[in-house]
């Protein structure tokens, strides 16, 4: 969405939980959705592609090619419930992401923006995604039509590294290598050193490992050997892992990012980050340890916007350095020099004094009330810094060790921000 904030951290904290637990590795039908999501797109009209969720909506939903991902679909909901500003069509193309850097594969350029569509105005026709009982012809004609060449019809393909094949939902049986659960080039390996042969069973043409009988590899798996250009790029990612591992981050940041807006391109020239924006991350990144003088020299005529909150968060350099309980002079100087607003509240719906009164921060606090916030603010848990204060004092009372700054002292805090309510009463 336009304008969303997201950290990144925490919510592959969240996803990391939904997907990996003691019922569930999940990794592999996440990374399926987000291709899935993607892989309809049409260069020709433009149509197709993971912007607007449409897989939320029939037919797409009842495509045969995306049977069983109601699974994946129905264990990320929680997260969205939890992130309405987040869209589904989002939530599904980065738990993609995180599941692949989960299994130990590479870290996917990704930026937030895709929309969630209210109504199935954009849904694609059901049959675009790859058969898998073709070959060589069908991959191009399919991957080209998204806009990618044969170097990159073969990194993707490379995402058969992860999961297996289910009977049930395709009519395929079994995992492409041993380890289903790691992302590495075993794929390509198995490709090149095995001998294949045709699957004995009363199900879909397939090929299994004549060594174990225990490995698949579908019918456009085996075309990546049988087709010389195709069997090159094969050969190299069976020789080089972090070739394919390049490969496959580019080509797979580009399918999940076909046909949405420019914002959501990682590569999207106009997107990098500018001069002044980055002097603004480092004003952040040097008010979080307190550091005045590197501070001063980067608000000094205007090298940095030192208001500039951290898209990921929300934060401000304020939000930072209150989080930390950094000495009054530091804050008066970032709310008073820097004029920065202490009522602006982070993703979490935090201000400052939040954040300070958390932690029990007390000359915090007090710069923080006097120079005006709104104590009146609520954060997304619907409490206001007073109830912060109140909510964490039991818990963390004596707990911090005085090298860390002191005890902290929310009995202080709770005093400062209650005798501030008053006097605007
Ligand atoms: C090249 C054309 C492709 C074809 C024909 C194809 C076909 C299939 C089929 C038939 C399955 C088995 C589904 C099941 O029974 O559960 C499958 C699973 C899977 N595919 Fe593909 N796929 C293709 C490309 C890709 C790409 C580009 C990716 C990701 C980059 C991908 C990732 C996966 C994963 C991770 C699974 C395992 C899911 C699980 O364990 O539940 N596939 N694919």
Same mark, same amino acid.
């Given at each position: 969405?336009?304008?969303?904030?997201?950290?990144?951290?925490?919510?592959?904290?969240?996803?990391?939980?939904? #997907?990996?637990?003691?019922?569930?590795?999940?990794?592999?039908? $996440?990374?399926?959705?987000?291709?899935? *999501?993607?892989?309809?797109?049409?260069?020709?009209?433009?149509?197709?592609?993971?912007?607007?969720?449409?897989?939320?909506?029939?037919?797409?939903?009842?495509?045969?090619?995306?049977?069983?991902?109601?699974?994946?679909?129905?264990?990320?909901?929680?997260?969205?419930?939890?992130?309405?500003?987040?869209? !589904? =069509?989002?939530?599904?193309?980065?738990?993609?992401?995180?599941?692949?850097?989960?299994?130990?594969?590479?870290?996917?350029?990704?930026?937030?923006?895709?929309?969630?569509?209210?109504?199935?105005?954009?849904?694609?026709?059901?049959?675009?995604?790859?058969?898998?009982?073709?070959?060589?012809?069908?991959?191009?004609?399919?991957?080209?039509?998204?806009?990618?060449?044969?170097?990159? %019809?073969?990194? #993707?393909?490379? &995402?058969?590294?992860?999961?297996?094949?289910?009977?049930?939902?395709?009519?395929?049986?079994?995992?492409?290598?041993?380890?289903?659960?790691?992302?590495?080039?075993?794929?390509?390996?198995?490709?090149?050193?095995?001998?294949?042969?045709?699957? @004995?069973? *009363?199900?879909?043409?397939?090929?299994?490992?004549?060594?174990?009988?225990?490995?698949?590899?579908?019918?456009?798996?085996?075309?990546? %050997?049988?087709?010389?250009?195709?069997?090159?790029?094969?050969? !190299?990612? =069976?020789?080089?892992?972090?070739?394919?591992?390049?490969?496959?981050?580019?080509?797979?940041?580009?399918? %999940?990012?076909?046909?949405?807006? /420019?914002?959501?391109?990682?590569?999207?020239? @106009?997107?990098?980050?500018?001069?002044? $924006?980055?002097?603004?991350?480092?004003?952040?990144?040097y008010a979080m340890h307190g550091a005045i003088?590197?501070c001063?020299?980067?608000?000094?005529?205007?090298?940095?916007?030192?208001?500039?909150?951290? /898209?990921?968060?929300?934060?401000?350099?304020?939000?930072k350095a209150?989080?930390w309980g950094h000495p009054? /002079?530091f %804050?008066?100087?970032?709310?008073?020099?820097?004029?920065? @607003?202490?009522?602006?509240?982070?993703?979490?719906? @935090?201000?400052? #004094?939040?954040?300070?009164?958390?932690?029990?921060?007390?000359?915090?606090?007090?710069?923080?009330?006097?120079?005006?916030?709104?104590?009146?603010?609520?954060?997304?848990?619907?409490?206001? $810094?007073?109830?912060? *204060?109140?909510?964490?004092?039991?818990?963390?009372?004596?707990? $911090? /060790?005085?090298?860390?700054? &002191?005890?902290?002292?929310? *009995?202080?805090?709770?005093?400062?921000?209650?005798?501030?309510?008053?006097?605007?009463?």
């Open positions: 969405m336009e304008g969303t904030v997201v950290n990144d951290d925490a919510l592959k904290s969240e996803i990391r939980q939904a #997907l990996i637990n003691q019922k569930v590795n999940a990794c592999p039908i $996440a990374m399926r959705i987000a291709w899935h *999501a993607a892989g309809t797109y049409d260069k020709r009209d433009g149509s197709g592609g993971s912007d607007g969720g449409t897989m939320r909506f029939e037919p797409q939903v009842y495509d045969e090619a995306n049977k069983g991902l109601s699974i994946i679909r129905d264990l990320l909901l929680p997260i969205k419930e939890n992130h309405p500003e987040i869209s !589904q =069509a989002d939530l599904w193309a980065f738990a993609g992401c995180a599941a692949i850097e989960f299994l130990g594969g590479p870290k996917i350029p990704f930026k937030f923006g895709r929309r969630d569509d209210e109504k199935p105005v954009r849904v694609p026709p059901n049959g675009r995604l790859p058969d898998a009982s073709q070959g060589a012809d069908h991959l191009r004609q399919v991957f080209n039509r998204m806009g990618f060449d044969d170097k990159e %019809i073969v990194a #993707l393909s490379g &995402g058969h590294t992860l999961g297996r094949m289910h009977e049930i939902r395709s009519g395929y049986d079994g995992p492409w290598t041993h380890t289903p659960l790691k992302f590495n080039n075993d794929y390509y390996k198995h490709l090149v050193e095995k001998t294949w042969k045709l699957k @004995d069973w *009363a199900g879909k043409k397939m090929y299994t490992d004549v060594e174990t009988g225990t490995l698949g590899m579908l019918p456009t798996d085996l075309a990546l %050997i049988q087709d010389p250009s195709f069997k090159k790029y094969t050969v !190299q990612f =069976a020789k080089d892992e972090k070739l394919f591992f390049e490969e496959f981050a580019k080509a797979y940041a580009k399918l %999940i990012s076909l046909g949405c807006p /420019p914002r959501c391109n990682p590569f999207n020239q @106009d997107e990098k980050v500018s001069g002044r $924006a980055k002097a603004s991350m480092e004003f952040r990144e003088l590197p001063k020299e980067l608000a000094k005529g205007g090298l940095a916007d030192v208001k500039a909150v951290e /898209p990921t968060s929300g934060r401000t350099a304020l939000h209150a989080f009054k /002079p %804050i008066s100087f970032l709310v008073n020099d820097c004029k920065i @607003d202490p009522n602006v509240q982070d993703i979490f719906g @935090d201000t400052a #004094l939040h954040d300070a009164a958390k932690f029990g921060h007390a000359d915090v606090c007090q710069v923080l009330v006097d120079a005006g916030t709104d104590l009146m603010l609520r954060n997304k848990h619907g409490k206001t $810094a007073l109830e912060v *204060a109140q909510l964490h004092s039991p818990k963390f009372a004596l707990k $911090a /060790p005085p090298e860390a700054g &002191g005890y902290p002292n929310h *009995a202080a805090c709770i005093s400062i921000i209650s005798a501030g309510k008053r006097s605007k009463m």
